[in-house]
């Protein structure tokens, strides 16, 4: 009976520590998951609209991650970056007819994100072992596309690999494993606002495509703190 009261407190201590988790301090980590893009286009020519499309593009995403916590009470604030790759990629194709466009104007595209990445501010509460904490940011990543718009006199083919800027924003809950381990659970949202690109093609002159693609990721992940 001596034995099982003098143990008492030290279980209470070890369920307390297993239970509450300093956030404070670096850490590094690794992420995967999944990423559904979509990217709109909407083409005009002399200002009038001609055609509009939008695809999707989905896939893997996977990377790593550093930040840095610091823990006030229950409130905990930070900065993370992470870098990911990505195998999200789709083509597709439109076409603008002679009624409207003055001459038959098929579109085609083969568009891809090799990599993104973030670098953004957390905050959140603790909970005993749990964190829960939302994110934005800035987000920036390299956006392949392959245009081709052909008439009946010819086409044009333009290739571009732009790396573009994107606000972020996002929530996710993190749970301490162990005092230096842990596992999370994230959603972002990022969107690159519009951008243009123009081109010339012959029996239409001057086309504008006015471009804009958002993100959506959902992604598990592991770090260590130190």
């Known amino acids: 009976m001596r034995q099982l009261f003098f143990a008492a407190p030290l279980l209470i201590s070890f369920a307390n520590a297993a239970q509450a988790a300093d956030w404070t301090g670096f850490y590094v980590g690794g992420n995967g998951g999944y990423g559904l893009a979509k990217a709109t286009a909407d083409f005009s020519g002399f200002g009038v609209p001609l055609l509009s499309g939008s695809e999707k593009l989905d896939g893997a995403v996977y990377g790593g991650q550093a930040g840095y916590n610091y823990q006030i009470g229950r409130v905990v604030l930070g900065v993370e970056t992470d870098l990911m790759g990505t ?39 603790a909970i005993d072992r749990f964190l829960i904490y939302a994110t934005g940011g800035a987000g920036y990543g390299l956006f392949k596309s392959t245009q081709t718009l052909t008439t009946l006199l010819g086409s044009v083919t333009t290739s571009a690999s732009d790396q573009r800027l994107a606000w972020v924003a996002g929530a996710g809950i993190e749970a301490a494993i162990t005092r230096n381990w842990s596992v999370k659970l994230e959603y972002l949202y990022l969107d690159t606002g519009t951008f243009n690109t123009t081109y010339s093609v012959l029996g239409v002159g001057a086309i504008v495509e006015q471009s804009r693609m958002t993100e959506s990721m959902t992604r598990i992940g592991v770090n260590y703190r130190f």
């Not at 603008?96 to 001459?103: F, L, N, S």
């Not at 670098?119 to 509460?125: A, E, K, S, T």
């Open 87 to 125: 195998s999200q990629k789709a083509t597709g194709s439109q076409v603008c007819p002679a009624a409207t466009c003055g001459i038959a104007v098929t579109e085609s595209s083969d568009d891809s994100i090799p990599w993104l990445g973030t670098l953004r501010l957390r905050g959140g509460f």
